[in-house]
């Protein structure tokens, strides 16, 4: 069976960090685009940030220079270093996996997604 595990989140106070892990089982990740998605409570799932199987990175505004994505195919891994968190970083976290770049990738055509994980950010 496919799928990820995500794994990492939790409470932090305002200025925080957190490291998010997400591991594959079924496949390895290393020909595989990954995705991070969040979705904040009352509210759509929303794209954060992406690799693409060459290493190349890509982020949206409201993460970049806080959050980096990273990859460890040996480990079947990639991660989600998210540091000065903020209220509107709360959300359930998530990723997946899909077989082409992240430039040309929609988000329904990610695929093998996780249960999430809750990272709450709050004082």
């Known amino acids: 069976q496919v799928q990820f595990v995500e794994s990492g989140g939790g409470l932090v106070q305002p200025g925080g960090s957190l490291r998010l892990s997400c591991t594959a089982s079924?496949?390895?990740?290393?020909?595989?685009?990954i995705g991070w998605f969040r979705q904040p409570p009352g509210k759509y799932r929303e794209g954060a940030s992406c690799?693409?199987?060459?290493?190349?990175?890509h982020y949206v505004d409201s993460v970049n220079g806080r959050f980096t994505i990273s990859r460890d195919n040996a480990k079947n891994t990639a991660y989600l270093q998210m540091n000065n968190l903020n209220s509107e970083d709360t959300a359930v976290y998530y990723c997946?996996?899909?077989?082409?770049?992240?430039?040309?990738?929609?988000?329904?055509?990610?695929?093998?997604w996780g249960q999430g994980t809750q990272v709450t950010v709050s004082s």
């Open positions: 690799i693409s199987s060459d290493g190349s990175t």
């Open positions: 079924g496949f390895t990740l290393d020909s595989y685009a």
């Open positions: 997946a996996a899909a077989t082409t770049d992240c430039e040309v990738t929609a988000q329904d055509d990610f695929v093998s």
